[in-house]
């Protein structure tokens, strides 16, 4: 029997529901973000925004307190770069992130990573993070003094590669200062990592929140490469299904495949998040054409907003004194009534992320 074909409205469907985007969800944080894997973190105001958009009556004090509960931890994980992730899911799936973390060391510091002396880094890092937490600036002053003569950010970059740390909650309105603290799992957790470096549950934990998907999408989430055997292991596991162009899509047997007729509605999607970088191939939310709109140079991914599922264009907050105004920049002209939609759940939006000033506003900027 030939595979299924999905078209990309399917796709789509498939993946706003599993990212909780065809409707605001009621559950806890911590349980979201376990079914999210993760919520990339390496600005600090993302994620709030991300559960704001995708959670019923969300507040910011109910990821706070998730943090300062240690029941969701900031750390170095999938593509290299931070994201929160459930307690523990970060104890069982760090290991299998290891490689990418490897390959981000080497994307970045190239030659002045080799040839570091990885086991006395982490040695000395260890012993001083037994002893109590550490700033980024207090880590690198260790590591100094066992490489005295080395780049000091490659040093604490690889020991952040090579050692399991997460990031301590820190304070300030999103969580985390510019410069918190490192910490052991042991001592912020209780609990050691996993070390099952195999990324079978990881990759089952992919379809959960972003399939049907193939094997490029998902190493495109991941960092990982060389995942097509792993896939291949889990087939018999599997549902097999292909997209227009033939390429195999994998899923886990039983999730949710919506109709491609099913309203989805506006949504604002923050910086970085994870629905516009989780596929190689990413037109199942955002055409091509309006990609370099969204991702600009430096690794910077713009915040966006859906109509009908689809990434329509982009937007940011402005603040002055007593003013925050949302800006909208639509990729093209809206219809009144997706205006409107906007404007409403943009109102709500700034009163979310402005909440620390008085007054509150929407503007469009002309469409593309």
């Known amino acids: 029997m030939p595979d299924r074909i999905l078209t990309p409205r399917e796709l789509n469907r498939a993946t706003l529901a599993r990212q909780m985007?065809?409707?605001?969800?009621k559950t806890s944080v911590p349980d979201a973000v376990e079914r999210l894997v993760g919520l990339q973190a390496q600005?600090?105001?993302?994620?709030?925004?991300?559960?704001?958009?995708?959670?019923?009556?969300?507040?910011?004090?109910?990821?706070?307190?998730?943090?300062?509960?240690?029941?969701?931890?900031?750390?170095?994980?999938?593509?290299?770069?931070?994201?929160?992730?459930?307690?523990?899911?970060?104890?069982l799936l760090r290991q299998a992130i290891q490689p990418a973390l490897v390959r981000g060391l080497n994307a970045f510091f190239g030659k002045r990573a080799k040839d570091l002396d990885v086991?006395?880094?982490?040695?000395?890092?260890?012993?001083?993070?037994?002893?109590?937490?550490?700033?980024?600036?207090?880590?690198?002053d260790v590591l100094s003094e066992v490489e005295p003569n080395r780049d000091v950010a490659a040093l604490a970059y690889a020991v952040r590669t090579y050692l399991p740390m997460v990031q301590i909650p820190s304070g300030g309105r999103w969580g985390y200062s510019n410069r918190p603290p490192y910490a052991l799992p042991e001592?912020?957790?209780?609990?050691?990592?996993?070390?099952?470096?195999?990324?079978?549950?990881?990759?089952?934990?992919?379809?959960?929140?972003?399939?049907?998907?193939?094997?490029?999408?998902?190493?495109?989430?991941?960092?990982?490469?060389?995942?097509?055997?792993?896939?291949?292991?889990?087939?018999?596991?599997?549902?097999v299904f292909r997209d227009e162009r033939g390429r195999e899509l994998f899923d886990l047997p039983g999730a949710p495949l919506p109709s491609p007729d099913t309203p989805a509605p506006v949504r604002f999607v923050p910086e970085y998040d994870n629905l516009v970088l989780s596929h190689?191939?990413?037109?199942?939310?955002?055409?091509?054409?309006?990609?370099?709109?969204v991702f600009l140079s430096a690794g910077r991914v713009?915040?966006?907003?859906?109509?009908?599922?689809?990434?329509?264009?982009?937007?940011?907050?402005?603040?002055?004194?007593?003013?925050?105004?949302?800006?909208?920049?639509?990729?093209?002209?809206?219809?009144?009534?997706?205006?409107d939609?906007?404007?409403?759940?943009?109102?709500?939006?700034?009163?979310?992320?402005?909440?620390?000033?008085?007054?509150?506003?929407?503007?469009?900027?002309?469409?593309?």
């Open 21 to 25: 985007l065809l409707e605001r969800e």
């Open 302 to 339: 713009r915040a966006t907003f859906l109509v009908d599922g689809f990434v329509a264009g982009v937007w940011k907050v402005e603040k002055s004194r007593n003013l925050a105004t949302l800006v909208l920049e639509p990729f093209k002209r809206l219809s009144k009534q997706d205006h």
């Open 187 to 239: 001592s912020w957790l209780g609990a050691s990592v996993s070390e099952d470096d195999q990324p079978r549950e990881l990759l089952r934990r992919y379809l959960t929140a972003f399939g049907p998907a193939t094997v490029q999408d998902a190493q495109a989430w991941s960092g990982l490469t060389r995942l097509k055997e792993t896939i291949e292991a889990l087939k018999p596991e599997l549902s």
């Open 280 to 293: 190689a191939d990413r037109t199942r939310v955002i055409a091509d054409e309006y990609r370099k709109a």
């Open 119 to 140: 086991e006395k880094l982490i040695a000395a890092a260890r012993k001083a993070l037994e002893e109590r937490p550490l700033a980024q600036g207090e880590l690198r």
């Open 43 to 91: 600005v600090p105001s993302p994620p709030f925004i991300g559960l704001w958009t995708r959670l019923r009556n969300f507040r910011r004090e109910d990821l706070t307190a998730a943090m300062e509960k240690r029941q969701v931890v900031r750390a170095a994980l999938m593509r290299s770069t931070l994201h929160l992730m459930t307690a523990g899911d970060y104890v």
């Open 341 to 368: 939609s906007l404007t409403e759940e943009g109102e709500k939006l700034v009163r979310f992320v402005g909440d620390d000033v008085k007054a509150h506003s929407v503007r469009f900027e002309i469409a593309r």
